[in-house]
């Protein structure tokens, strides 16, 4: 693998027409999903107890997402890295929509197997969109290339608007045709992600085939700020990248999980339930040009410290007040954290691999990253069962230890370059 090495700032290399198209296009189809994908941190839990009667496991639908989509990951990359990202894309949201209809009708029959059986097919799909991040990196040189996956990642701020009048619109439209909000709800998904199936057909060429000739749509850079040289060692990097993707995205759903049940306790609404989840949403996404601007300005580095930071002060805000203002406060500081950390560890897995293994190395990351997404949600609700809600606020500190020591130990001459 090949450490990238960019020779031109972000500020003077120009984005071509075509690349701002299907940047859009990727951006769009991001918001569709990301509209769908919000239930399962608001209704997830919610649901496995009205389904199972307890909070022991109310944590396992999101943790069953995350397994799926650790399933996924790496033998989605390998058939993008093959077949293209338009192949993985498309499965991805077919998939998504078949399990959330199976969920819908898991509520509607009082079926917990049935549930699972939802939920894992709608967390294949959704991972295997993951890929979207894959498709937006292939397009940019690498001194822009933090912008271009923050800028697809911001469709999921349009997302985080959808979710709650999807919500809204189970509420009002369930007693009319008799069903409960819960299933209506994840039946409203599949109309919601439709379209974007018309937007992936409209995405032309396919990203990778753009990787592969990346020099033709940016041709007043030199070659090697198109392509980047081979420099460093990329081990180091890779280490501290996913440590820190693992660390962020593990923390963040296992909080999640158990945030939108605490309020629930609390007497809060459906409704203000989403709107806490869209505002962690909107920190996740509403910031991420910004942070891929800094990234791609000022370091990969700097970015993911911050980020793990913020994700820290977050989970303490969570696990300290029962003030919905301060736990959906501190839920959108743990959004924010993400968003420096992944897009930061995202950036440098693509930086240091070519488009023919880029698919492959992020379906890596995400591997693990939804690995530790699928268990610790588990272990959260055995901890706050036992010892109550403080408990996933000091695990949620304790996660982020190690990969802070591995990115204070990593070297970055310049954003995207890591000496060996």
Same mark, same amino acid.
């Given at each position: 693998?090949?450490?990238?090495?960019?020779?031109?700032?972000?500020?003077?290399?120009?984005?071509?027409?075509?690349?701002? #198209?299907?940047?859009?296009?990727?951006?769009?189809?991001?918001?569709?999903?990301?509209?769908?994908?919000?239930?399962?941190?608001?209704?997830?839990?919610?649901?496995?107890?009205?389904?199972?009667?307890?909070?022991?496991?109310?944590?396992?639908?999101?943790?069953?997402?995350?397994?799926?989509?650790?399933?996924?990951?790496?033998?989605?990359?390998?058939?993008?890295?093959?077949?293209?990202?338009?192949?993985?894309?498309?499965?991805?949201?077919?998939?998504?929509m078949g399990g959330?209809? @199976?969920?819908?009708?898991?509520?509607?029959?009082?079926?917990?197997?049935? @549930?699972?059986?939802?939920?894992?097919?709608?967390?294949?799909?959704?991972?295997?969109?993951?890929?979207?991040?894959?498709a937006a990196a292939?397009?940019?040189?690498?001194?822009?290339?933090?912008?271009?996956?923050?800028?697809?990642?911001?469709?999921?701020?349009?997302?985080?608007?959808?979710?709650?009048?999807?919500?809204?619109?189970?509420?009002?439209?369930?007693?009319?045709?008799?069903?409960?909000?819960?299933?209506?709800?994840? @039946?409203?998904?599949?109309?919601?992600?439709?379209?974007?199936?018309?937007?992936?057909?409209?995405?032309?060429?396919?990203?990778?085939?753009?990787? #592969?000739?990346?020099?033709?749509?940016?041709?007043?850079?030199?070659?090697?700020?198109?392509?980047?040289?081979?420099?460093?060692?990329?081990?180091?990097?890779?280490?501290?990248?996913?440590?820190?993707?693992?660390?962020?995205?593990?923390?963040?759903?296992?909080?999640?999980?158990?945030?939108?049940?605490?309020?629930?306790?609390?007497?809060?609404?459906?409704?203000?339930?989403? %709107?806490?989840?869209?505002? #962690? %949403?909107?920190?996740?996404?509403?910031?991420?040009?910004?942070?891929?601007?800094?990234?791609?300005?000022?370091?990969?580095?700097?970015?993911?410290?911050?980020?793990? %930071?913020?994700?820290?002060?977050?989970?303490?805000?969570?696990?300290?007040?029962?003030?919905?203002?301060?736990?959906?406060?501190?839920?959108?500081?743990?959004?924010?954290?993400?968003?420096?950390?992944?897009?930061?560890?995202?950036?440098?897995?693509?930086?240091?691999?070519?488009?023919?293994?880029?698919?492959?190395? %992020?379906?890596?990351?995400?591997?693990?990253?939804?690995?530790?997404?699928?268990?610790?949600?588990i272990l959260a609700?055995?901890?706050?069962?036992?010892?109550?809600?403080?408990?996933?606020?000091?695990?949620?500190?304790?996660?982020?230890?190690?990969?802070?020591?591995?990115?204070?130990?990593?070297?970055?001459?310049?954003?995207?370059?890591?000496?060996?």
């Amino acid at each position: 693998m090949a450490t990238q090495t960019p020779d031109s700032t972000s500020q003077t290399v120009l984005i071509p027409p075509l690349i701002r #198209h299907n940047t859009l296009l990727l951006a769009l189809t991001q918001a569709v999903v990301g509209a769908g994908m919000q239930l399962l941190p608001a209704l997830g839990a919610i649901t496995v107890v009205e389904l199972l009667g307890n909070n022991t496991w109310a944590g396992i639908a999101t943790a069953l997402a995350g397994l799926a989509r650790m399933l996924t990951a790496y033998p989605v990359g390998r058939l993008t890295d093959a077949r293209g990202r338009k192949a993985g894309l498309y499965l991805g949201l077919v998939g998504a929509m078949g399990g959330a209809v @199976f969920t819908g009708w898991a509520v509607v029959a009082s079926s917990f197997w049935l @549930f699972v059986a939802g939920i894992l097919v709608f967390g294949a799909g959704v991972g295997a969109t993951q890929q979207l991040r894959v498709a937006a990196a292939d397009m940019y040189p690498p001194a822009r290339r933090s912008e271009g996956i923050s800028l697809v990642l911001m469709g999921s701020l349009v997302g985080a608007g959808l979710s709650p009048i999807l919500v809204w619109l189970a509420q009002r439209l369930g007693p009319e045709v008799g069903q409960s909000p819960l299933s209506l709800a994840w @039946f409203l998904v599949p109309p919601f992600i439709l379209p974007a199936l018309l937007l992936l057909a409209h995405l032309r060429p396919d990203p990778k085939q753009i990787a #592969h000739n990346l020099s033709a749509y940016y041709p007043s850079l030199p070659a090697a700020s198109v392509a980047g040289e081979s420099r460093g060692s990329s081990r180091p990097a890779l280490s501290a990248a996913t440590w820190t993707g693992v660390a962020a995205q593990g923390q963040m759903v296992m909080l999640m999980a158990m945030t939108s049940l605490a309020l629930r306790h609390q007497g809060c609404s459906f409704e203000l339930i989403s %709107v806490s989840v869209a505002i #962690h %949403v909107i920190g996740m996404f509403g910031f991420s040009w910004f942070v891929g601007k800094l990234a791609d300005t000022y370091g990969r580095k700097p970015v993911m410290l911050t980020g793990l %930071v913020l994700s820290g002060l977050g989970a303490v805000l969570v696990a300290t007040s029962p003030a919905y203002t301060i736990i959906t406060l501190g839920t959108f500081l743990v959004g924010l954290g993400w968003s420096g950390a992944y897009v930061g560890a995202t950036t440098v897995v693509t930086d240091v691999t070519g488009p023919g293994e880029r698919g492959r190395a %992020v379906g890596r990351l995400d591997l693990w990253s939804n690995g530790a997404g699928a268990i610790l949600p588990i272990l959260a609700g055995f901890l706050v069962e036992g010892l109550g809600i403080w408990a996933i606020g000091l695990a949620g500190v304790v996660i982020l230890m190690y990969p802070l020591w591995l990115l204070l130990r990593l070297g970055e001459e310049k954003p995207g370059v890591y000496p060996s």
